[in-house]
């Protein structure tokens, strides 16, 4: 008996040894093996994590910028246990593989964070191939530019909710600078012990930020308490500018990512956060648990474990990962919130389409009706989808776990790209209160409603029309992305063209690239968004006055899919010389414009656009915004890119700015 366990146990270790050791040999013989070593790229200060440490930081080091220098515009760099990555910002290498989104997919283990980062193995930006391609035509009629539009009551009704709450904060002593955490979940003791075998392989901190540490509970109070310290940072650091008499400090990131979490939830799935209401409530901040169950699982995602770095190389390791008792309560949690939504909106389309066969009349006028009282009844993401479940073409359906996982992906990605879009706007705005100043000049000229809470039709048209508070949306989206960089890896072998020659280890000129199947490619985003060469010597500079003007070739406009087809090769608005093709703006912050095999653009650009206009004219409007000019912001990147104090880390993700009321 003994004997026979014994030998079970060898047998077991052996076969173990012998996987890791013949997927350890594969792999370095794979990258040996590719094409890609042929070319030149930076010194590798590490064999197990190559060039990754110094990438962690690339956007307050100019990183990039520095290699394109020296290497030229197409080089590689190295990963993990050495292998060669490719890096482009060549335009015709990055409109091939971004046009190619299912010849060129995400890699595995890009999918697998994101997937445990809330969005389901099932969801949009998971899904590959057909089952991408199946998921975005059921999605589309959710982000039409009619349906968008129709939203705009809801970004008003919260911009204006967060209006009110900044404008008291700044005439009042309040103490509600910074909101406590919306995500925070406390364990049962149970929950905690049940936890302590997760917790042995993992750190005490992460590698990186939590996404969600704008919402450190006591922010405020942390602040206070750390003034009265000799051996604290915050005496280095003035709290507010030279005009505090009349200002208030804020982290406007903590307050966006509320706002955004409303506006999504009840845009997108008819559900009410409230998240907004309970961070302004004084003792009323418990939350919304779902809420609190996506802040759960983005803080477990973001632990660094041994066994997750392993796990992105041998892929059998990932059936024994343990989950944590808090984090199998949030799934629940989610699991059990998201069944109930679709149950109910599932039960209200069989309804209306039972009414719909019976009366087609009597359904339009009870629609018209309907629309009148509540704007987003029936026209929500969650209505789209149930509705599009009920279809008899198997086509054209999604299953429930679909649904389910559609929900998470909308609800995380919805509002983290959101809130650090338009913190990052106002942030460009502080540092810049002449252009700042026109722009309020400007949108005070649009008439504001009587009934603020109903805008008129009139008034949300003109300004999303307007042209300079589009042109300084554009800027910053340019200058700072949510979403600084993209991952593909081939997903056959290819031959990638470029525009410039590319100049190996052997010194020879390549009019191509050859790539094996399973390289991997780095597009950086941010990197082209201000490259010189496509944008001019100031392409570091916030001027909003560049897209005023047409491009070379009289470009006028450039927005929604498909519009950079019969351009390619002409420089759009605020361009010098032509770039790769981009979904909006001339730029790939929303992704590529020229799909051929697979669009993997983002679908809710429409609905992110509209939002930020929406809110910053509300905001804008009435509060003034300024920032500390000693205080250094830096860009942390986990997924979306986040502001942090350079002399605050322990603060972790937060946008400080000054706010005040100004006169009417």
């Given at each position: 008996?003994l004997?026979?366990?014994?030998?079970?146990c060898?047998?077991?270790?052996?076969?173990?040894?012998?996987?890791?050791?013949?997927?350890?040999?594969?792999?370095?013989?794979?990258?040996?093996?590719?094409?890609?070593?042929?070319?030149?790229g930076?010194?590798?200060?590490?064999f197990?994590?190559?060039?990754?440490?110094?990438?962690?930081?690339?956007?307050?080091?100019?990183?990039?910028a520095?290699?394109?220098?020296?290497?030229?515009s197409?080089?590689?760099?190295?990963?993990?246990?050495?292998?060669?990555?490719l890096?482009?910002?060549d335009?015709?290498?990055?409109?091939?593989?971004?046009?190619?989104?299912?010849?060129?997919?995400?890699?595995?283990?890009?999918?697998?964070?994101?997937?445990?980062?809330?969005?389901?193995?099932?969801?949009?930006?998971?899904?590959?191939g057909?089952?991408?391609?199946?998921?975005?035509?059921?999605?589309?009629?959710?982000?039409?530019?009619?349906?968008?539009?129709?939203?705009?009551?809801?970004?008003?009704?919260?911009?204006?909710?967060?209006?009110?709450?900044?404008?008291?904060?700044?005439?009042?002593?309040?103490?509600l600078?910074?909101?406590?955490?919306?995500?925070?979940?406390t364990?049962?003791?149970?929950?905690?012990?049940?936890?302590?075998?997760?917790?042995?392989?993992?750190?005490?901190?992460?590698?990186?930020?939590?996404?969600?540490?704008?919402?450190?509970?006591?922010?405020?109070?942390?602040?206070?308490?750390?003034?009265?310290?000799?051996?604290?940072?915050?005496?280095?650091?003035?709290?507010?500018?030279?005009?505090?008499?009349?200002?208030?400090?804020?982290?406007?990131l903590?307050?966006?990512?509320?706002?955004?979490?409303?506006v999504?939830g009840?845009?997108?799935?008819?559900?009410?956060?409230?998240?907004?209401?309970?961070?302004?409530?004084?003792?009323?901040?418990?939350?919304n648990?779902l809420?609190?169950?996506?802040?759960?699982?983005?803080?477990?995602?973001?632990?660094?474990?041994?066994?997750?770095?392993?796990?992105?190389w041998?892929?059998?390791?990932?059936?024994?990962?343990?989950?944590?008792?808090?984090?199998r309560?949030?799934?629940?949690?989610?699991?059990?919130?998201?069944l109930?939504?679709?149950?109910?909106?599932?039960?209200?389309?069989?309804?209306e389409?039972?009414?719909?066969?019976?009366?087609?009349?009597a359904?339009?006028?009870q629609?018209?009706?309907?629309?009148?009282e509540?704007?987003?009844?029936?026209?929500?993401?969650?209505?789209?989808l149930?509705?599009?479940?009920?279809?008899?073409?198997?086509?054209?359906?999604?299953?429930?776990e679909?649904?389910?996982?559609?929900?998470?992906?909308?609800?995380?990605?919805?509002?983290e790209?959101?809130?650090?879009?338009?913190?990052w706007?106002?942030?460009?705005?502080?540092?810049?209160?002449?252009?700042q100043?026109?722009?309020?000049?400007?949108?005070?000229?649009?008439?504001?409603?009587a009934?603020?809470?109903?805008?008129?039709?009139s008034?949300?048209?003109?300004v999303?029309?307007?042209p300079?508070?589009?042109?300084?949306?554009?800027?910053?989206?340019?200058?700072?992305?949510p979403?600084?960089?993209?991952?593909?890896?081939?997903?056959?072998?290819?031959?990638?063209?470029?525009?410039?020659?590319?100049?190996?280890?052997?010194?020879?000129?390549?009019?191509?690239?050859?790539?094996?199947?399973?390289?991997?490619?780095?597009?950086?985003?941010?990197?082209?968004?201000k490259?010189?060469?496509?944008?001019?010597?100031?392409?570091?500079?916030?001027?909003?006055?560049?897209?005023?003007?047409?491009g070379?070739?009289?470009?006028?406009?450039?927005?929604?899919?498909?519009s950079?087809?019969?351009?390619?090769?002409?420089?759009?608005?605020?361009?010098?010389?032509a770039?790769?093709?981009?979904?909006w703006?001339?730029?790939?912050t929303?992704?590529?414009?020229n799909?051929l095999?697979g669009?993997?653009?983002?679908?809710?650009f429409?609905?992110?656009?509209?939002?930020?206009?929406?809110?910053?004219?509300?905001?804008?409007r009435?509060?003034?915004?300024?920032i500390?000019?000693?205080i250094?912001?830096?860009?942390?990147?986990?997924?979306?890119?986040?502001?942090?104090?350079?002399?605050?880390?322990?603060?972790g993700?937060?946008?400080?700015?000054?706010?005040?009321?100004v006169?009417?």
């Amino acid at each position: 008996m003994l004997y026979g366990i014994l030998l079970g146990c060898v047998l077991l270790a052996v076969a173990l040894v012998f996987y890791v050791v013949s997927t350890f040999l594969l792999l370095l013989v794979r990258q040996a093996l590719s094409p890609l070593r042929y070319l030149r790229g930076p010194p590798s200060p590490s064999f197990f994590m190559g060039n990754l440490r110094e990438m962690h930081d690339q956007e307050n080091t100019n990183l990039i910028a520095r290699w394109e220098e020296q290497f030229g515009s197409t080089f590689v760099y190295r990963g993990f246990m050495g292998g060669a990555r490719l890096m482009t910002t060549d335009p015709a290498a990055v409109a091939h593989i971004l046009g190619r989104g299912y010849d060129y997919p995400k890699p595995e283990f890009v999918r697998d964070n994101l997937s445990s980062m809330a969005a389901g193995e099932h969801g949009l930006l998971i899904v590959e191939g057909e089952d991408h391609r199946r998921q975005r035509r059921i999605l589309s009629p959710a982000f039409t530019s009619a349906h968008i539009k129709s939203l705009s009551p809801v970004f008003w009704q919260k911009a204006m909710e967060l209006c009110d709450i900044w404008l008291d904060i700044a005439s009042s002593s309040r103490d509600l600078a910074a909101p406590t955490d919306p995500f925070l979940v406390t364990p049962s003791p149970q929950a905690a012990r049940d936890d302590l075998p997760a917790r042995a392989f993992a750190t005490t901190t992460s590698i990186l930020p939590n996404p969600f540490s704008s919402f450190i509970p006591g922010k405020a109070t942390s602040r206070r308490q750390a003034k009265g310290s000799s051996s604290s940072q915050y005496e280095k650091t003035p709290v507010v500018s030279p005009d505090s008499a009349s200002s208030t400090r804020v982290d406007v990131l903590a307050w966006l990512a509320r706002a955004t979490l409303d506006v999504i939830g009840e845009a997108g799935f008819g559900y009410q956060f409230n998240s907004l209401a309970s961070a302004a409530k004084k003792g009323g901040e418990k939350g919304n648990e779902l809420a609190r169950a996506f802040g759960v699982i983005f803080s477990s995602a973001r632990k660094f474990r041994v066994i997750t770095v392993l796990q992105a190389w041998f892929p059998e390791l990932r059936r024994y990962g343990r989950e944590g008792a808090a984090e199998r309560e949030a799934r629940e949690t989610m699991r059990r919130i998201g069944l109930s939504l679709v149950e109910q909106r599932h039960a209200e389309a069989t309804k209306e389409q039972a009414a719909t066969l019976r009366s087609a009349d009597a359904q339009h006028k009870q629609q018209l009706a309907s629309t009148i009282e509540h704007p987003t009844d029936g026209r929500d993401l969650l209505s789209v989808l149930i509705r599009s479940s009920l279809s008899s073409v198997p086509s054209q359906r999604l299953s429930l776990e679909e649904t389910l996982c559609q929900i998470s992906t909308f609800l995380s990605a919805g509002h983290e790209t959101s809130s650090s879009a338009m913190t990052w706007t106002l942030y460009a705005l502080a540092r810049a209160p002449d252009i700042q100043a026109q722009l309020r000049r400007e949108l005070r000229a649009i008439p504001f409603p009587a009934n603020a809470d109903v805008p008129p039709a009139s008034t949300i048209a003109a300004v999303l029309d307007h042209p300079y508070l589009d042109a300084v949306v554009r800027e910053t989206l340019r200058l700072h992305a949510p979403v600084t960089l993209t991952m593909r890896v081939a997903g056959v072998d290819d031959v990638v063209p470029v525009a410039r020659p590319v100049i190996d280890r052997r010194g020879r000129a390549c009019s191509e690239i050859h790539v094996r199947k399973g390289d991997i490619i780095t597009v950086p985003i941010q990197a082209m968004n201000k490259s010189k060469e496509v944008w001019g010597e100031d392409a570091e500079v916030f001027r909003p006055e560049r897209w005023l003007l047409s491009g070379e070739e009289g470009e006028s406009d450039d927005e929604g899919e498909g519009s950079s087809l019969g351009r390619e090769g002409r420089p759009g608005r605020g361009q010098k010389k032509a770039g790769a093709p981009g979904l909006w703006g001339n730029m790939l912050t929303f992704g590529n414009g020229n799909p051929l095999n697979g669009n993997r653009a983002c679908i809710g650009f429409r609905f992110a656009i509209n939002e930020i206009k929406i809110f910053l004219y509300v905001l804008l409007r009435d509060i003034d915004f300024s920032i500390d000019p000693t205080i250094h912001i830096e860009k942390k990147v986990i997924v979306v890119t986040r502001p942090a104090v350079k002399t605050e880390p322990h603060m972790g993700n937060q946008m400080p700015l000054n706010i005040r009321r100004v006169a009417p």
